[in-house]
């Protein structure tokens, strides 16, 4: 059993900069697959990126460019780096891993989501 819990929502201006971490426990978290979803009230779930184990990643068109995710093996640890931020990337923001090494949409774990406000 993996358990996740993430870390560094919170309120920002538009064009601002956040940096959500996700702390993982319970597994071999290197061999785990490992992304960030959110949901904005009244629309479904969405991945907002993922990494494998071997550190590939992808991106929800609507971030590309603007949003960073990486990984710390050493420290159990998965970020998303969130610059120019917009309003309408206000969601409670889920940390995700897969079992599958290599998953690019992860979703066997989940964490307690972190809110996301960007609101001037």
């Known amino acids: 059993q993996v358990q996740l819990v993430e870390s560094g929502g919170g309120l920002v201006q538009p064009g601002g900069s956040l940096r959500l971490s996700c702390a993982a426990s319970g597994s071999i978290f290197s061999a785990n697959a490992m992304g960030w979803y959110r949901q904005a009230p009244g629309k479904q779930r969405e991945l907002v990126a993922a990494?494998?184990?071997?550190?590939?990643?992808n991106y929800a068109d609507s971030v590309k460019g603007r949003f960073t995710i990486s990984r710390n093996n050493a420290k159990n640890t998965v970020y998303l780096q969130m610059n120019s931020l917009k309003p309408e990337d206000t969601a409670v923001y889920y940390c995700?891993?897969?079992?599958?090494?290599?998953?690019?949409?992860?979703?066997?774990?989940w964490g307690q989501g972190t809110q996301v406000t960007v609101s001037s």
């Open positions: 990494i494998t184990s071997g550190g590939r990643t």
């Open positions: 995700a891993a897969d079992r599958f090494a290599y998953s690019t949409t992860p979703n066997d774990y």
